[in-house]
């Protein structure tokens, strides 16, 4: 038959008591060395009887076991204590932020005339002069973007009416050319008379000579009638025009 389970409460005869205290003392520590040899494990093991006998193990001496547990032991409670430190200063930095984010909600509502009843005639004044304060600055702002346009299309202005300046002397040069040129063509239309179904060509008074008559060889070209498209006979003759001072030569058809 197996062992029954023994109820784990002190045992009242001392005589047992010791007996047990033997034995499973003796297995605590054989356990003990176990552990060390087989897993490489450091392993300090300290008993105390109930007359104050002390019974220890240690695989790498107890001092030495001792001094490393105290080291993690306040490494632990260092590390536990920033924590804490770390949580509570967040904590407070927390509390601060959420009271200026408060304050400065209670500021706008002010600023915007909201929530003025537990103010004071002295908290009034105070918030009527920074809205004064902000009042001028957003004239002295509005007033600046305003000449900083204005000076923006006076810029505008010059830069159109010179280029404004710069296209009329174009067109008044190019007049003048088509002018003279103008005046060309008719100077020369001018000097062609057509008289009785024949073309007189005037010969300009400068080129003529002592009087002398000057003689025309052909037509010009845009006074010459075309006599195959319009069937009029051309004229020949060499007797000057009467009347006036100029001398006028009929054509010669070659």
């Known amino acids: 038959m197996g062992r029954g389970r023994v109820e784990l409460k002190r045992i009242e005869n001392k005589i047992n008591r010791q007996v047990t205290f ?5 297995g605590l520590l054989k356990k003990a060395y176990e552990l060390s040899v087989l897993c490489d494990a ?3 093991l300290i008993i105390f009887s109930s007359r104050g006998k002390l019974y220890e193990f240690g695989s790498a001496g107890i001092p030495k076991t001792l001094e490393r547990y105290q080291h993690c032991c306040y490494n632990i409670a260092q590390d536990s204590n920033n924590a804490l430190s770390e949580t509570q200063s967040w904590y407070r930095e927390m509390t601060k932020l ?3 984010f408060e304050a400065l909600q209670r500021t706008q509502r002010h600023l915007l005339g909201e929530d003025l009843g537990p103010l004071s005639v002295k908290e009034l004044q105070q918030l009527e002069k920074q ?3 902000a009042l001028s600055q957003a004239r002295q702002r509005k007033t600046q973007l305003m000449m900083e346009q204005v000076e923006e299309l006076r810029r505008k202005e010059r830069h ?3 280029i404004n300046r710069q296209l009329k002397h174009k067109l008044e040069a190019e007049g003048s050319n088509n002018y003279r040129a103008m005046q060309q063509s008719s100077s020369w239309a001018h000097g062609a ?3 009785n179904g024949a073309t007189y060509v005037q010969a300009p008074h400068s080129a003529a000579m002592d009087g002398e008559p000057t003689l025309q060889i052909g037509y010009p070209q845009q006074f010459v009638p075309d006599a195959e498209a319009s069937n009029i006979p051309i004229q ?3 007797a000057p025009a009467a009347g006036g001072e100029n001398n006028f030569m009929l054509g010669w058809v070659l």
């Open 98 to 100: 959420r009271a200026k």
């Open 42 to 44: 450091e392993v300090a």
């Open 236 to 238: 020949r003759s060499t």
């Open 160 to 162: 159109l009416g010179e």
């Open 193 to 195: 008379v057509v008289e």
């Open 22 to 26: 033997s034995k499973r003392r003796n």
């Open 131 to 133: 809205l004064e304060c």
